[in-house]
């Protein structure tokens, strides 16, 4: 008998016949499929141009038969682990079978379960109640199934019992599955833990939307230690994780209480646009788009808006998103935040710092005492010290000179002299050992905005502010304003920029000029602060920065 081997035309399947028009591929599947077969493979013959079937050489027929005693421990091997996964598989629908015996269903003899939020399960104690939400914790243990079921206004142990712990859907349940529990809550007994110091006692529930298992379980596609970048490709899904969803709950509560201390000083809200033709901070960082043909770009403040909101108004704020095309891949950089501006009317420099330190005191006041917010501060800053009044106040000549006592140079490696930018890196090693706000001032004209006022005692420096935090450094950067026409003319001129666009920024001074002056807080840095993250990127929703924008 023979069987026939070709390595370019031949396949190895059970179904080839080995045969000169249907041969194998090798010669270890010849030898494994017809072992008592002479081998004949197809290759150049001796002594000849000519291709054709020779048989096989001694060395060549040993390999192939050793190749041939591999296959078939190979195949052994498969066959055995289809017959293991086969009777699992008989045994995993035979459990199922029996487990979708057991049919779950709502006792309706029970009192009627009232639909809450799982924010006032405490309220709920000895009530029978519905609850629904997402399965964020769950373990099998001793007969029992316990849910740490989350709805994004708290969490609740939810331990389910009997048939409810042993029906098909329990059995199948995974994390990031939705859920509606009915049941009683139940204080837990002393020694016993879980959120709230409560747990329900289900009496019903029903899968609404299983997660998936496997691959694309929820703790696959987000391992805490993953890479930053695949995290935010899956933002929307750790969105949920304990840690993220803190910090952005406290975001919430630093936004309301910003609100609620501008309404004590009754400052007025506002919404200026985001797409603009006119620069604040310098065409470096601006996001140019085409608007209708025209060039326009989305806005780097707020600022000259709210300006011209203060005559009709009186003082006022905004919180809205500012857009900076950042070089910088810094940890306090971002190419959008959350920028919160206020302005305000007849006030000298001094009011103005006295204005600035005490909002920001008073809102960390209150988003400390947010029952929400407060706790949540505590455990992602356990060190946190709210601020005192007065911050300590620094004029920006004795920075430097404080800058180079400490041996810290400037970025050319050089000792500070009037003039120098405090870069991110200098100024955060002031603030971090001061380690207390700062208010530091008076910085040179030829660093600061065009805007800005001359302070009149040395005119080399402008009536500026930034406010440092330890960790972070600058949060909120402010000023008064120029309030001279020609003034300020020159300096539109000064900086290059087309006087034209900036008419309506002008006429300001030209319609009832008046003394004000205003600041931005970047409120990602000050959360930064607050909740002791190192990057900016952990306090936003869904960060943007160089190369990131999306999803
Ligand atoms: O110091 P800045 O550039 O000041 C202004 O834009 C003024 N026009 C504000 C005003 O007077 N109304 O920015 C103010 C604050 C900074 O202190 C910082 O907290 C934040 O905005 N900020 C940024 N935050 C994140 N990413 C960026 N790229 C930021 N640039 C500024």
Not at 113 to 137: F, M, N, P
Request: glycine share 6%; aromatic share 10%.
């Amino acid at each position: 008998m023979s069987v026939y081997v070709n390595e370019k035309t031949g396949i190895d399947t059970k179904e080839t016949a080995g045969s000169e028009s249907a041969p194998f591929q090798t010669p270890a599947f010849a030898a494994f499929t017809q072992p008592e077969a002479k081998i004949f493979v197809y290759k150049q013959l001796e002594e000849s141009e000519e291709f054709g079937y020779a048989e096989i050489s001694a060395s060549a027929l040993k390999k192939a038969k050793k190749g041939a005693e591999g296959l078939k421990k190979k195949l052994e091997k498969q066959a055995k682990a289809d017959e293991e996964a086969k009777s699992k598989q008989e045994e995993a629908a035979k459990k199922f079978a029996e487990l979708d015996l057991i049919k779950i269903e709502e006792d309706l003899s029970l009192p009627k379960a009232e639909k809450i939020k799982l924010r006032s399960t405490t309220e709920k104690v000895d009530q029978r109640v519905l609850v629904q939400g997402w399965v964020h914790r769950f373990r099998l243990q001793k007969g029992l199934a316990f849910i740490t079921l989350r709805d994004g206004t708290g969490f609740l142990q939810c331990v389910l019992s009997g048939d409810l712990a042993k029906c098909r859907s329990t059995v199948e349940l995974t994390l990031e599955s939705t859920v509606a529990i009915k049941g009683v809550i139940n204080k837990l007994p002393e020694g016993k833990t879980a959120p709230g110091g409560v747990e329900l006692k289900a009496d019903y529930y029903e899968v609404l939307g299983f997660a998936p298992a496997g691959d694309d379980s929820i703790t696959n596609k987000v391992q805490e230690n993953a890479d930053p970048s695949l995290l935010l490709d899956q933002r929307h899904l750790t969105l949920r994780g304990e840690t993220l969803s803190a910090v952005l709950k406290v975001r919430s509560a630093l936004v309301d209480s910003f609100r609620k201390v501008f309404a004590e000083h009754h400052m007025m809200e506002v919404t200026p646009p985001c797409m603009v033709q006119t620069q604040v901070e310098g065409g470096s960082t601006l996001f140019k788009m085409d608007y209708y043909g025209e060039e326009a770009y989305l806005t780097q403040s707020s600022q000259l808006y709210l300006e011209t909101c203060v005559p009709a108004f009186g003082d006022v704020f905004c919180v809205q998103e500012s857009f900076r095309a950042e070089k910088s891949h810094t940890r306090r950089h971002l190419s959008e935040y959350t920028h919160i501006e206020a302005e305000l009317g007849f006030l000298d420099f001094e009011e103005f710092l006295t204005h600035i330190e005490t909002v920001i005191t008073k809102t960390v006041k209150y988003v400390l005492e947010d029952p929400v917010a407060g706790p949540l501060v505590k455990q992602l800053n356990p060190g946190f010290t709210a601020p005192s009044l007065p911050f300590l106040r620094m004029k920006y000549v004795d920075a430097l000179d404080w800058l180079n006592e400490h041996g810290i140079p400037n970025e050319d490696g050089e000792k500070f002299k009037f003039g120098d930018d405090i870069a991110e890196a200098a100024e955060r090693k002031m603030t971090d050992e001061i380690n207390k706000p700062i208010l530091l001032t008076r910085f040179p004209v030829e660093i600061k905005s065009f805007y800005m006022k001359k302070d009149k005692e040395d005119p080399r420096v402008t009536e500026s502010v930034d406010v440092l935090m330890p960790n972070v450094g600058e949060v909120t950067g402010g000023s008064m304003r120029i309030d001279d026409l020609a003034e300020l003319e020159a300096a539109i001129k000064r900086e290059g920029l087309d006087a034209e666009a900036y008419y309506w920024f002008t006429d300001l001074r030209k319609y009832g000029t008046f003394q004000h002056g205003g600041y931005g807080l970047g409120t990602e840095r000050i959360l930064a602060w607050l909740c002791d993250r190192f990057t900016v990127r952990d306090c936003s929703l869904y960060p943007r920065f160089t190369g990131r924008c999306k999803p």
